[in-house]
């Protein structure tokens, strides 16, 4: 199978998934309700060389994934929708995780079940209409460089290269400018964005009057800059704990905008609001919840499965 056909293939079947459990195709998606409404077991945990790793059920045992709990967000993200892939798809073996699409084996040749899982995770936490609705709120109708495929990957919650790969698929960059973007680091773009000496924040939102009202999946240490001269000097701001606005921003001049860091956890879908001086003017945005920890959304310490038998998942 060729990967134009293992595309085609998983295409189909994320669109299918996401329609049977009513998740949205125009912004950010859950897979962590999906896995869960799917009944498979999920857990994570440290495991060395590892991605994740799908079973599937049988007669006496749940089907279920594991996932590599000290991976960031996005890869954890992407990790869980590959191994759900798997079990949408039907594969039907044990499969240990070990390949990067950048490293190691030539993609050409992936077993063909690695080609459909790897291609659903990509059309399942990327759907078309959530690529174009979020490039609209970039003010894009493509990206047009490095920057705006790191600013989509953040409103998607999904990996920059992930997410380079999956627009290039989508022929909204051209290969060449594809191979050029893949060479350019995250946390280069971070520093640029941030304008900050030193280490730059974790990751670097870039937001304007076209994201007002945006979902934003914010994680702890994140940095939000928030481009808005109309709100003028001084302006105020309403959020949750865990949301400090910098006293001195440091990509926004003063009366252009303002700065927030994310330094705490968000337990619950939160308004960001600000507001100018006069109260004539306001910006806001929904921050949706941050993991608990670092580890991740399915990552705790002492439960390490969080959905399973115990939840009445059929088997
Ligand atoms: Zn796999």
């Given at each position: 199978m060729n990967w134009l056909t293992a595309h085609r293939v998983a295409g189909i079947a994320a669109a299918n998934l996401r329609r049977r459990l009513d998740l949205p195709d125009d912004r950010y998606v859950d897979v962590f309700a999906a896995l869960r409404r799917c009944g498979l077991m999920v857990a994570g945990q440290e495991m060395p060389n590892l991605f994740g790793m799908y079973f599937p059920a049988g007669p006496n045992r749940h089907g279920g994934i594991f996932l590599n709990s000290t991976m960031g967000e996005a890869t954890i993200r992407h990790t869980a929708a590959h191994e759900l892939g798997h079990a949408e798809l039907g594969h039907g073996r044990c499969l240990a995780e070990c390949l990067d699409p950048l490293s190691g084996t030539a993609p050409q040749q992936w077993p063909d079940e690695e080609k459909q899982a790897e291609a659903f995770a990509a059309w399942f936490l990327m759907p078309i209409r959530a690529v174009k609705a979020t490039l609209i709120r970039l003010g894009l109708d493509v990206p047009r460089e490095a920057m705006d495929v790191y600013q989509l990957s953040l409103?998607?919650?999904?990996?920059?290269?992930?997410?380079?790969?999956?627009v290039q698929h989508l022929r909204m960059v051209t290969p060449d400018a594809a191979r050029g973007w893949a060479a350019v680091q995250p946390a280069r773009l971070r520093a640029l964005l941030s304008c900050q000496?030193?280490?730059?924040?974790?990751?670097?939102?870039?937001?304007?009057?076209?994201?007002?009202?945006?979902?934003?999946?914010?994680?702890?240490?994140?940095?939000?800059?928030?481009?808005?001269?109309?709100?003028?000097?001084?302006?105020?701001?309403?959020?949750?704990?865990?949301?400090?606005?910098?006293?001195?921003?440091?990509?926004?001049?003063?009366?252009?905008?303002?700065?927030?860091?994310?330094?705490?956890?968000?337990?619950?879908?939160s308004m960001l609001t600000v507001t100018s001086r006069d109260r004539k003017e306001t910006w806001s945005v929904t921050l949706m919840p941050t993991p608990d920890d670092h580890r991740g959304l399915i990552a705790s310490a002492?439960?390490?499965i969080l959905i399973g038998p115990m939840s009445g998942a059929r088997r």
């Amino acid at each position: 199978m060729n990967w134009l056909t293992a595309h085609r293939v998983a295409g189909i079947a994320a669109a299918n998934l996401r329609r049977r459990l009513d998740l949205p195709d125009d912004r950010y998606v859950d897979v962590f309700a999906a896995l869960r409404r799917c009944g498979l077991m999920v857990a994570g945990q440290e495991m060395p060389n590892l991605f994740g790793m799908y079973f599937p059920a049988g007669p006496n045992r749940h089907g279920g994934i594991f996932l590599n709990s000290t991976m960031g967000e996005a890869t954890i993200r992407h990790t869980a929708a590959h191994e759900l892939g798997h079990a949408e798809l039907g594969h039907g073996r044990c499969l240990a995780e070990c390949l990067d699409p950048l490293s190691g084996t030539a993609p050409q040749q992936w077993p063909d079940e690695e080609k459909q899982a790897e291609a659903f995770a990509a059309w399942f936490l990327m759907p078309i209409r959530a690529v174009k609705a979020t490039l609209i709120r970039l003010g894009l109708d493509v990206p047009r460089e490095a920057m705006d495929v790191y600013q989509l990957s953040l409103h998607l919650a999904t990996s920059y290269r992930g997410t380079l790969r999956h627009v290039q698929h989508l022929r909204m960059v051209t290969p060449d400018a594809a191979r050029g973007w893949a060479a350019v680091q995250p946390a280069r773009l971070r520093a640029l964005l941030s304008c900050q000496d030193g280490q730059p924040p974790a990751r670097v939102w870039d937001l304007t009057g076209l994201t007002e009202g945006s979902y934003l999946p914010v994680e702890q240490g994140d940095r939000l800059i928030v481009r808005a001269p109309w709100l003028g000097d001084d302006p105020e701001f309403t959020g949750p704990d865990g949301v400090t606005m910098l006293a001195d921003p440091h990509a926004v001049a003063p009366g252009e905008g303002v700065e927030f860091d994310v330094t705490g956890y968000i337990d619950s879908e939160s308004m960001l609001t600000v507001t100018s001086r006069d109260r004539k003017e306001t910006w806001s945005v929904t921050l949706m919840p941050t993991p608990d920890d670092h580890r991740g959304l399915i990552a705790s310490a002492r439960a390490q499965i969080l959905i399973g038998p115990m939840s009445g998942a059929r088997r």
